[in-house]
């Protein structure tokens, strides 16, 4: 399944400006996500993971390039229905947040 996304985020405990509005193209097979979205950074980052999901609740893990912290990073996102949540970190003085966020699927 292909789906058209335009996700919105808030970056809760970071000190930097992101970027809080995402485009992204996710393809789905069984439990396999791959996708290209505009990132928080302002880049081009392309993915791909596992998901799994029951009762609207999902998990995903994967890899994800296009970040300034390495070339390819790992990710976590947790989901409920279209709301997600994941872990952010900054390199420069260690610190440690979370982005919050809503996707609207055409």
């Known amino acids: 399944?292909?789906?058209?996304?335009?996700?919105?985020?808030?970056h809760v405990g970071?000190?930097?400006d992101y970027n809080e509005v995402h485009p992204h193209i996710r393809y789905t097979h069984d439990d396999i996500?791959?996708?290209?979205?505009?990132?928080?950074?302002?880049?081009?980052s392309a993915y791909v993971g596992q998901r799994w999901e029951k009762y609207n609740c999902g998990i995903e893990v994967g890899i994800v390039s296009g970040y300034s912290?390495?070339?390819?990073?790992?990710?976590?996102?947790?989901?409920y229905h279209d709301f997600f949540v994941m872990p952010a970190f900054e390199e420069e003085d260690n610190t440690i947040g979370a982005v919050f966020?809503?996707?609207?699927?055409f």
């Open 33 to 44: 996500i791959t996708g290209v979205y505009y990132n928080s950074e302002k880049e081009i």
């Open 1 to 10: 399944m292909l789906d058209l996304i335009i996700a919105l985020s808030l």
């Open 14 to 16: 970071l000190k930097e």
């Open 101 to 105: 966020g809503y996707e609207f699927k």
């Open 69 to 79: 912290i390495a070339p390819v990073v790992p990710f976590v996102r947790a989901t």
